[in-house]
């Protein structure tokens, strides 16, 4: 019975796996913050694991001064409205002008809080699963043909894709925001 959402990252805290980082996200004091959480619920009788207590954030603010559209308000709060991973994949409606202005080129997605992390630059490693290497088709997205591409052509070439989340038509709004003629 799927009830509601689950907590992962708070729940891996508890499980001892890392903190929740002034950026909203788990770090791994051993991995950074570029990780999966996977979850298993079950009735089994296992072992309570020590919750990480520490926050090892310190002074550092470099994920909250590098977002480009402020969506920090607050150390460890996140205002969705304002965040562009939110925006170029979840939300279905126009990209307000103040924002859209904001963004640069991202159009799926955004890592800036975690690329400037200092844990991600000391204990990062690149993956080595295959099925998460990098697909150098994806890497780099004619804007201009993304602003104008049929739902067909979007389908064949980016169906098996994260990017099927938003769709084609939230790809063509994205590119058509970021793109010098704007939306």
């Known amino acids: 019975l799927d009830a509601g959402p689950v907590p992962e990252r708070e729940l ?12 909203t996200m788990l770090i791994d ?16 009788d296992l072992a309570v694991d020590t919750p990480f207590e520490a926050d090892r954030c310190g002074n550092c ?6 977002c480009p559209t402020g969506a920090f308000p607050d150390e460890r709060v996140l205002d969705s409205r304002l965040c562009i991973s939110y925006l ?7 990209i307000e002008l103040s924002l859209a202005s ?10 800036i809080c975690q690329d400037v992390c200092p844990w991600n630059h000391k204990f990062a490693q690149p993956a080595s699963d295959p099925v998460l290497e ?3 088709q ?12 049929s739902d067909e052509e979007f389908d064949r070439r980016y ?17 058509r925001t970021v793109l010098p003629s704007g939306p």
């Open 12 to 23: 891996a805290q508890r499980a001892g796996l890392g903190w929740i980082g002034k950026n």
């Open 29 to 44: 004091p051993h991995a950074g913050s570029f990780l999966f959480i996977g979850s298993v619920l079950t009735n089994a």
């Open 61 to 66: 603010r470099l994920c909250l001064d590098a």
């Open 88 to 94: 170029t994949i979840e939300y279905r409606g126009k």
């Open 102 to 111: 904001q963004m640069e080129n991202w159009v799926f997605g955004c890592d």
């Open 134 to 136: 990098h697909e150098p």
């Open 138 to 149: 994806l890497a780099t997205v004619d804007l201009e043909a993304m602003a104008e591409i």
């Open 159 to 175: 169906g098996w894709t994260a990017m099927e989340r938003p769709g084609a038509a939230g790809m063509r709004r994205n590119a």
